[in-house]
Nanobody
Framework: QVQLVESGGGLVQAGGSLRLSCAAS????????MGWYRQSPGKERELVAT???????NYSDSVKGRFTISRDNAKNTLYLQMNSLKPEDTAVYYC???????????????WGQGTQVTVSS
């Protein structure tokens, strides 16, 4: 089992910056890809960015050039540096970890409880 705890959310003015962190614990040796997702009221949860164990990243078009995803495998921590924030970035941000299953096919997805990011205009 893997537990994920996000931190770093808060209120920020448009154009400002925030850095989100996600601390993983438990069977962290089985974590492969990790990512950040977000969800606003009335909208479906959407991908923000993902990163592999080797550091290959992928971003949604809406955040390219503004957000940077990174991970510190030694510390079992995922980060999301958010710059040039816009009001439309307001959402609950969720940390995700994809884990292999020992002696079984397939994978498990683990989610944190989320952290609120609010960007004022």
């Amino acid at each position: 089992q893997v537990q994920l705890v996000e931190s770093g959310g808060g209120l920020v003015q448009a154009g400002g910056s925030l850095r989100l962190s996600c601390a993983a614990s438990g069977d962290t040796n089985r974590i492969s890809n990790m990512g950040w997702y977000r969800q606003s009221p009335g909208k479906e949860r959407e991908l923000v960015a993902t990163i592999t164990t080797g550091g290959i990243t992928n971003y949604s078009d809406s955040v390219k050039g503004r957000f940077t995803i990174s991970r510190d495998n030694a510390k079992n921590t995922l980060y999301l540096q958010m710059n040039s924030l816009k009001p439309e970035d307001t959402a609950v941000y969720y940390c995700n970890a994809v884990c292999s299953i020992f002696l079984r096919p397939g994978r498990n997805n683990y989610w944190g409880q989320g952290t609120q990011v609010t960007v004022s205009s």
